[in-house]
């Protein structure tokens, strides 16, 4: 059983109003891609970034700092960021020309104010789950295709947590954007969730008969 995971489809990730908070370049591109994909799958989980207005990720509760700058929370290195997502906020509410009937399951994470969450299945430091891998398993599934905002946060966490759960797990590239906060971000992340074993897939435009056609030939 396969699975789409749309990743943080979020009006703060996509320029414009309402949101935009934190835009991802180009982050509206990944809509027509979900709304092509989501008809071919027996399970779409979409994860929702959604922290509370006092979140330590947010740049603004460090005195003297300034989004982009690093402090450490809960032992961990952590990028300090605009607000974003807070919890009932427009920002936080997935885009609008996503088709939200065919979301069949939502997994909210971030939602610790003392520590990030850039997986969907855990937060940064590993320590408590978000409940996807339970919602996973409850459905049966063995197979994932990943995709949305951003390529080198959230959805390469999310794609690596995947592959040590032992799920097989491929990318969908054209379904994602990135953040690059230093250029080429998101060819290194890519490149690293190649080499944790997430199956690459750089197709244009990937197909109902593609995907049926990849999955019988037993390819995750
Ligand atoms: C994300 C930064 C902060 C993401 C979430 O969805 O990639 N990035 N929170
Ligand atoms: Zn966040």
Not at 35 to 61: C, N, Y
Not at 191 to 214: C, F, L, Y
Request: glycine share 10%; hydrophobic share 40%.
């Amino acid at each position: 059983m396969r699975a789409l995971i749309l990743v943080d489809i979020q009006n703060d990730f996509t320029p414009g109003e309402p949101g935009g908070a934190l835009a991802v370049p180009h982050g509206h591109d990944v809509i027509s891609v979900a709304i092509r994909l989501m008809p071919e799958f027996d399970l779409v989980v979409a994860t929702q970034d959604w922290h509370p207005a006092d979140h330590k990720s947010f740049a603004g509760h460090h005195a003297g700092k300034v989004v982009g700058d690093v402090v450490t929370l809960e032992g961990l290195d952590q990028i300090l960021w605009p607000d974003h997502c807070v919890q009932g906020t427009p920002g936080a509410n997935f885009c609008d020309e996503l088709n939200h009937a065919g979301i069949h399951e939502v997994v909210r994470k971030g939602t610790d104010s003392g520590i990030d969450s850039y997986s969907g299945f855990f937060d940064n430091g590993h320590r408590k789950a978000t409940g996807l891998d339970t919602v996973l398993q409850k459905h049966g599934v063995d197979a994932l295709h990943i995709m949305g905002l951003a390529t080198d946060y959230c959805v390469k966490f999310t794609a690596l947590d995947a592959v040590e759960l032992g799920f097989k797990t491929t990318l969908i590239v054209e379904g994602c954007r990135g953040v690059e906060l230093q250029a080429g971000d998101c060819d290194r992340a890519i490149e690293a969730m190649r080499e944790a074993g997430v199956d690459i897939w750089t197709n244009t435009a990937p197909s109902e008969s593609r995907i049926a056609a990849h999955h019988k030939r037993g390819e995750s």
